[in-house]
């Protein structure tokens, strides 16, 4: 018998998604995939008047608890985002990745 009944895997980043794994169907064809969704997301305008995509946190939240609102037990991951080599500002990913850790840990263990 397995500790958790779902597998969340996530691919954090504004195009990124969520996909929810029932663990107990793994060995079957579809590797007991659920249901996959988009990051959700919302537009934002700033200061200057420029919109822009952010993570609705919201709909996440929401997003997160489907497992324990049927009652089971879930595993949250999501691919590890490192700063160096990647040519380009990472701190919105970081904070993405912070933001979810943080949504996932009291809800799904």
């Known amino acids: 018998m397995n500790k958790y009944d779902i597998l969340v895997a996530i691919d954090i980043g504004i195009h990124g998604g969520i996909a929810f794994f029932d663990v107990d169907e793994s060995n079957h064809e ?6 996959i969704r988009d990051m959700p997301i919302k537009k934002h305008t700033n200061k200057s008047g420029k919109e822009k995509n ?11 608890e489907i497992p324990t609102q049927h009652g ?38």
């Open 30 to 35: 579809s590797h007991g995939l659920l249901s």
């Open 54 to 64: 952010i993570l609705d946190i919201d709909q996440l939240l929401f997003v997160l």
């Open 72 to 109: 089971e037990h879930a595993l949250v991951v999501m691919e590890d985002v490192r700063s160096f080599g990647l040519g380009f500002s990472v701190s919105a990913l970081m904070e993405q990745k912070g933001v979810i850790r943080g949504m996932a840990n009291p809800r799904l263990r």
